[in-house]
């Protein structure tokens, strides 16, 4: 019998394709433009280049044992501690290997966390069995530093061996200074308090690892993953030499210390980053006389991409930040619900973070493959510069004399800054995209549910002596969301949102392009936009923008159109009482006449949409 396929040739009778053969394609579809249009830029200025051959000669990454799954973790930030306890027993009962028992006051609580005393610790933990193996990382502030001394006597209270509890405690005043910005104590003063209660941990007979070094700080405020890097082993470096100098040998010093990063939508660089970290830290340990081992890595899905609205989308952000991290080798992972910019995440909210992982390490099999992108040219290059770059700023914050004093000198704080800036110029001309927030908006989406619960009041973090430039997280959407705030209430107060209607004229041809544009432009910033039919007669346009009960109007066609009748309408929309008139499309040489026709701006892509929609409420507001 004769297969379908006997005539299909063979994968060896296709001529072999060459670089060369690729690059004759796109050049012809570039059309005369520079080939360098095609290569991107990391906000460290790396390039990334649209092919790369495949690397050679390049092992894999060391990360966690081979084909071991990572720890699922959960976050616990009930202010109740006895809820707390429920949502802690339901998420391991479900499939949660972990819990990040998340304390007020800590640098990730968001809001919201445990509160910091014996009591609260004993209800959160009641019938946990922390010696079968699951992960417990804490989360704690200088406000709440006691509660890794609270919950060490909870083990030792109840009878349990400590070196059978995996529990790192995550002791990191750096960090904690970073994001407040002032301590009380200079780094001679601090070094004491934090050797003292590592050693008298291990005494006890906990395993940690006790201190991390926190580049969530870093990405949380806005920075660059070389700034993350850089930031890790700056505050892992100094936390290794002030346990060694508090007569800890190194070998065992080694194991003390973790790391956390954050893990974002951008599936590249979040693999690179974690596989450089690694690298870097070896580094390190090689330059101690250390034999390298694997560097715990613990993950949190990124705070500051998370979005208010349309939430739902976050889910997906957290899927692909959760893959990269899985994949790039992180030891732990904790999700952050898609939720939780919102309030405090309900049952379903924390359900589908902890689904989130489980569909990736049990359906999908993620961590049968160490390293899978070992040898990837792509991801091997932003390995290499990520590491080549990190380990540079690394060494500017060692010559400033250590983290602190590098925090104390702004060396960290800023290059942050200026990378901040950059993402939110990109953020408000729309070139770096927020799906919901930015792009893509829905006026009539459903509220979310959050769960009700008051916050922990803690007392202020004492004295600000030693002041320096802070690292308060953001999150991008929060200026678009500051708009859809005000449309929302001008909804509550008016019973109507703040609206545009869409002068198209010509055709659906000529205008629906634009149209499209203009629609998720102006309903960004919660300006409903009011579509329309095409339109030739300007009195019929006049007729439909005073029917719509809108204040502003923005025309929309192609430039063809534009040449023909844009400055009539203009002025017909004028006169039939916009307050604000906009075009949609760059005026090129055509805006000084219909400036003088009535137009008050453009909008483009590219353009500063912020900015723009920004300037609108301000007028609606004066007029």
């Known amino acids: 019998m004769t297969s379908v396929t006997d005539d299909l040739p063979l994968a060896a009778d296709f001529p072999k394709a060459t670089v060369e053969d690729w690059r004759k394609l796109v050049d012809g579809v570039l059309k005369g433009a520079p080939f360098e249009k095609l290569v991107g830029k990391t906000y460290d200025g790396l390039k990334i280049e649209p092919l790369y051959p495949r690397a050679k000669g390049v092992a894999p990454v060391s990360g966690r044992p081979a084909a071991a799954p990572w720890q699922i973790m959960q976050r616990i930030d009930h202010p109740d501690a006895a809820l707390a306890n429920t949502q802690a027993l339901q998420d391991l009962e479900n499939g949660a290997t972990g819990l990040a028992l998340v304390f007020a006051g800590a640098n990730g609580a968001r809001g919201f966390g445990l509160e910091p005393s014996a009591d609260a610790v004993a209800k959160a933990l009641k019938d946990i069995h922390l010696d079968a193996g699951i992960g417990i990382e804490l989360e704690i502030g200088p406000q709440s530093r006691m509660a890794a001394i609270h919950v060490a006597e909870y083990v030792k209270s109840n009878g349990l061996d400590p070196a059978a509890c995996n529990i790192r405690f995550g002791l990191d005043p750096l960090a904690a200074g970073a994001v ?296 991008l959407a929060q200026p678009f969301e500051a708009l859809r705030d005000k449309s929302d209430d001008a909804l509550k107060a008016r019973g109507a949102r703040p609206s545009v209607f869409l002068a198209n004229l010509g055709t659906p041809a000529d205008f629906t392009a634009r149209a499209t544009f203009a629609k998720s432009f102006f309903e960004a910033g919660g300006i409903q936009a009011l579509d329309s039919d095409g339109f030739a007669d300007p009195a019929a346009l006049a007729a439909a923008f005073k029917a719509s009960g809108a204040g502003l109007a923005c025309l929309c066609s192609s430039d063809k159109v534009y040449a023909e009748h844009a400055e009539a309408a203009a002025k017909v929309l004028q006169t039939a009482g916009a307050r604000l008139i906009y075009l949609a499309g760059r005026p090129a040489e055509a805006e000084a006449a219909l400036r003088a026709a009535g137009v008050t701006g453009f909008v483009f892509a590219g353009g500063d949409a912020l900015a723009t929609l920004q300037d609108a409420y301000l007028r609606m507001e004066q007029a």
Not at 219 to 232: I, P, R, W
Not at 405 to 417: D, E, R, Y
């Open 180 to 475: 407040w910005g002032h301590s009380p104590y200079t780094w001679d003063e601090i070094v004491p308090a934090v050797t003292g209660g590592i050693k008298g941990l291990a005494a006890l007979g906990f395993k940690g690892p006790f201190a991390s070094g926190d580049g969530r700080v870093i990405h949380d405020a806005g920075g660059s993953e070389v700034q993350e890097l850089a930031f890790v082993l700056a505050c892992g470096v100094a936390y290794l030499r002030t346990i060694e100098g508090a007569g800890v040998p190194l070998e065992q010093a080694q194991g003390m210390v973790y790391a956390r990063l954050a893990a974002d939508a951008d599936q590249f660089l979040t693999m690179a980053k974690f596989r450089a970290l690694r690298q870097l830290w070896a580094r390190v340990e090689a330059a101690c006389g250390l034999t390298p081992k694997p560097l715990f890595i613990a993950a949190d899905t990124a705070w500051r991409m998370l979005t208010q609205r349309d939430p739902y989308v976050n889910m997906l952000r957290a899927t692909i930040a959760t893959f990269a991290a899985g994949l790039a080798g992180a030891n732990a992972i904790t999700v952050l619900p898609h939720t939780l910019a919102l309030g405090l995440p309900d049952p379903f909210a924390r359900r589908v973070a902890r689904n989130t992982q489980l569909v990736l390490l049990e359906e999908s099999n993620l961590a049968k493959v160490s390293d899978p992108a070992a040898g990837a040219g792509g991801i091997e290059t932003l390995t290499a510069q990520l590491c080549e770059a990190a380990w540079a700023l690394f060494q500017e914050s060692e010559k400033a004399g250590g983290a602190f004093a590098a925090l104390q000198q702004g060396v960290f704080q800023s290059k942050v800054a200026a990378t901040r800036q950059a993402r939110e110029t990109n953020i408000a001309k729309r070139r770096d995209v927020l799906t919901g927030a930015s792009e893509f908006p829905n006026l009539h989406e459903n509220e979310t549910a959050v769960l009700k619960a008051t916050p922990i009041a803690l007392a202020p973090y004492g004295e600000q002596k030693y002041k320096f430039d802070p690292l308060p997280p953001i999150r």
